[in-house]
């Protein structure tokens, strides 16, 4: 697959910009890039790039983990919601994700026998999971 640089004048000319739809939610850059990729470009994921962020300690929590997964589940919930026309696969994708749900939440029980980073991997997808629906 080939990647190309996107130009300030891309962006400029299709009138992408982040969305102010996600100023208290996060999820700007999901949306962003999403709509760059129905554009045609192709978004690819750097292993190799030095990223740091200075993480507040408001945000450096277990309560803030959570509530980060279930945000991102309920913009990528209501981006795919947005996505399928069909009512048939709408029904097929919330039954998919309410079985899930049970999954996970009998999962997250056993998970923390195998150590807190287990448990919170698990509560993590139930409660993006949770998000998907409510999306």
Do not use: H
């Not at 750097?46 to 509530?67: G, P, Q, T």
């Not at 997250?108 to 409660?127: D, H, K, W």
């Amino acid at each position: 697959m080939q990647y190309q640089e996107v130009s300030r004048e891309t962006i400029k000319d299709n009138k992408v910009y982040f969305s102010t739809e996600f100023n208290f939610s996060g999820g700007e850059d999901t949306d962003f890039f999403s709509r760059l990729t129905a554009l045609g470009f192709n978004i690819g994921w750097n292993y190799n790039a030095k990223v740091y962020e200075i993480v507040d300690d408001s945000r450096a929590n277990f309560k803030w983990v959570l509530k980060r997964a279930y945000n991102n589940g309920l913009i990528t919930g209501n981006m795919k919601a947005k996505s399928i026309q069909n009512i048939f696969k709408k029904v097929l994708y919330i039954a998919d994700k309410l079985l899930k749900i049970v999954v996970f939440a009998i999962l997250t029980v056993p998970a923390i026998l195998f150590g807190m980073s287990v448990f919170t991997n698990s509560l993590v997808r139930l409660f993006c999971t949770v998000g998907l629906i409510s999306g």
